[in-house]
């Protein structure tokens, strides 16, 4: 190993990437676009959800009723007298999402004590979309017909536990989606260019033939890897800047643990998909071929990571793929850093594992490469 | 530590396989210090392969060798400080300045006085008002240049030339092959591989293989003198049915078609002779002489005899 070589080629690296402003620019804009895009659209805590009713009891209690459904944000009403075909009609195509009718005589059946029905008819062909607001009902209900049932009526308020549950939402409390969106954005950026673009590197060397022209002289294969890739971590960094900064300024993402541990991770993560890209850059013949195992990568990445769907809801088997993908654990180690605070202890069990992917893939990667320069 | 050798390349019983096919086989070659050697043949005949083996860039499967007196084998690392190899496609990057391609090279020979040398190959090249030119935006002519130029910025004793003229003006090969020669007489051993008929004739020696195997060797010269092929000219208007004519004539081993000629060659300079006296005696349109074979029709000779030889659909 010369650093006299390696640095040429670094140079050389430098010099091309300048001069193609286009993927320079994608690499930081990539980024920020992202970001902005997924930062401010996603949301898996939906407010605001169309509501009909339908209302055959009009008394104080339905009002108050009504009130409660809309100051919890969750709901709100579009028509609140609808008649029963036209709701069903309403949330057939769409137009609501739920309609709640209020059955004749409801209040005098919930003095009499005779155990009335409300009934919550929920469109839950998307259950993330409605699921939220659902589960907040029951409470909502009951504390506002509390405020009618008092003096003689007391007895119907009576809560039918005898305990308290106490529930501590730690380190979202809010349920804010940036704040688990923007950190884990990271890991999907990073994957998404530092694959991508060491694939394409290599690739591009062997398809334009300069590869060839390279091995002939002094320079030795894996100098030129580490030359290749070498200009990517300083990218990666950057990237790793971009967001960390707007996802102080924009969305205001608390940063509760070490930034240095951070650093750390960035970079075993960096490495792992480094040697991704070198493995996918050797195992194919030109850079369509490259771009489209790249993607073959990045789409598991992001959706059974855990960045999209919760990585708890999934199956056994599609867990152990997760587990063997970088981005799984990165997720949770930037989550875990930012969020919760999370130290030494708690993230060297994701950076094993790594380490171990890092290992296992430069090995197959390497000897592959060998094998393609023959 | 190997006695100092007349040859710059010799390669014995060298042999690559690429899967279950035999791309060289069993080649035996010498190149001697000084010279230009021509290494001709058809595609796929296995000469980039073999120019890749001699610079230590693939290691064979079978053989032993030699390069400036180092093992192919062992000291591949070293034949590539000493070798300077021009691949078949341009090797620089399209992408970076002329002046940025040499210094890339300079420094990956990890050189001394990168800019004295630099700027003084951009002279030799005539190219000094141009370097901040990106080298994807040169001609062909200039490219090739440009390239050599950077094949020899190190000062290799050998260069190893892949097909250097490909796809190349006429002037401009022209000139590449006086600034060959040059070369070779300040001393540079030269291997170069091509198809044209025209370059070989300006080599010192020549090989010719086909399907991996080496089918004949010598100066020019040599390679017609022992083709034992002769050759009659025929040259006259309406051609092509006086060709068909003769072609079925079993003593006419091969023809070369020219536009307004005809080269009629056979083994058998006796049978030859008589079986076109018929024709020489009735058509007073056609001027007949008899003469050696060119370089082309030897090697497209050698090259018949190769197909029914060792073909591999043919008898194995």
């Known amino acids: 190993m010369s650093w006299q070589r390696l640095w040429a080629m670094m140079l050389k690296e430098f010099l091309q990437l300048r001069r193609d402003r286009l993927t320079f620019a994608m690499m930081v804009g990539i980024p920020i676009m992202q970001l902005l895009l997924f930062g401010y659209a996603i949301n898996t805590d939906p407010k605001h959800l169309n509501t009909v009713l339908v209302v055959y009891d009009q008394g104080s209690l339905t009002r108050n009723l009504v009130q409660a459904l809309q100051n919890s944000g969750y709901f709100q009403i579009v028509n609140n007298d609808a008649n029963a075909q036209v709701a069903a009609e309403m949330l057939a195509k769409g137009e609501t999402q739920f309609v709640l009718t209020i059955p004749a005589n409801f209040e005098r059946d919930l003095i009499r004590n005779d155990y009335p029905s409300l009934l919550l008819e929920a469109d839950a062909a998307d259950p993330a979309a409605t699921g939220n607001a659902i589960a907040s009902l029951p409470q909502l209900v009951q504390s506002a017909l ?26 979202n409390p809010e349920g804010i989606t940036q704040y688990n969106i923007v950190p884990g954005l990271m890991g999907v950026i990073l994957t998404m260019t ?127 793929i997760g587990e063997i993908l970088p981005n799984t654990h990165f997720l949770r180690l930037v989550r875990g850093i930012m969020l919760k605070g999370n130290g030494w202890h708690e993230a060297w069990p994701h950076l094993l594992p790594l380490s171990i992917f890092i290992l296992v893939v430069m090995f197959i990667g390497m000897k592959k490469f060998r094998k393609t320069l023959d | 530590m190997t006695p100092p050798s007349d040859y710059a390349i010799e390669v014995e019983n060298l042999t690559k396989r690429f899967g279950d096919k035999v791309v060289v ?46 093992d192919i084998f062992l000291q591949a690392a070293q034949i590539k400080r000493e070798v300077g190899y021009m691949t078949q496609r341009f090797g620089l990057y399209s992408d970076l300045t002329i002046r ?87 001393g540079i051993t030269i291997l170069v591989s091509t198809h044209y008929m025209d370059e070989a004739e300006r080599c010192h020696r020549l090989s010719y293989i086909a399907y991996g195997r080496l089918l004949a060797t010598g100066t020019p010269q040599e390679l017609i003198e022992h083709s034992g092929l002769h050759t009659w000219t025929v040259s006259g208007a309406a051609m092509a049915e006086l060709s068909k004519q003769l072609l079925a004539l079993p003593a006419v081993d ?46 497209i000779y050698l090259m018949q005899q190769a197909t029914d030889n060792f073909q591999p659909t043919g008898k194995a």
Request: with cysteine; glycine share 8%.
């Open chain 1, 146 to 171: 509390r405020h009618d049932l008092t003096g003689p009526l007391s007895y119907l308020a009576t809560p039918a536990n005898h305990f308290e549950l106490k529930i501590h939402r730690l380190y």
């Open chain 1, 194 to 320: 530092m694959i991508m673009m060491t694939a394409l590197g290599i690739t591009r060397e062997v398809e334009q033939g300069t590869m060839e022209n390279l091995l002939a002289t002094p320079i030795k294969p894996l100098e030129v890897m580490i030359g290749k890739i070498a200009p990517y971590i300083l990218i990666g960094y950057v990237q790793v800047a971009v967001t960390l900064s707007m996802a102080k300024l924009l969305f205001n993402v608390p940063f509760i643990g070490s930034f240095w541990l951070l650093l750390l991770s960035v970079m075993v993560f960096i490495f792992a998909n480094l040697t991704i890209g070198i493995t996918i850059s050797s195992s194919v013949r030109n850079q369509t071929q490259a771009m489209q195992m790249s993607f073959f990568f990045l789409l598991p990445s992001i959706l059974l990571s855990g960045f999209m769907f919760p990585f708890q809801g999934m199956p056994r088997w599609a867990q152990i």
């Open chain 2, 25 to 70: 086989d069993h080649l035996s070659m010498q190149v001697r210090k000084g010279e230009i050697y021509g290494f001709l043949g058809p595609n796929g005949s296995g000469k980039t392969t073999s120019i890749r083996m001699m610079c230590g860039l693939l290691t064979p499967d079978g053989g032993s060798g030699q390069t400036l007196g180092l």
């Open chain 2, 100 to 186: 940025e391609n040499l210094d890339f090279v300079a420094r990956v020979y990890a050189m001394d006085q990168r800019k004295q040398r630099i700027d003084a190959a951009l002279e030799r090249l005539g190219l000094t008002a141009r370097q901040k030119q990106l080298a994807g935006s040169l001609s062909g002519g200039w490219k090739q240049r440009l390239a050599l130029a950077a094949a020899l910025l190190h000062q290799p004793k050998l260069l190893l030339l892949d097909e250097p003229t490909a796809g190349v003006d006429p002037q401009a090969r022209r000139d590449f092959w006086e600034q060959i020669h040059q070369l070779a007489a300040a």
């Open chain 2, 254 to 299: 091969m023809h070369t078609q020219f536009g307004n000629s005809l080269h009629i060659s056979g083994k058998d300079p006796q049978a030859l002779s008589q079986a076109l006296q018929p024709f020489q005696a009735n058509n007073p349109n056609y001027q007949w002489s008899e003469g050696q074979p060119s370089l082309e029709d030897v090697f």
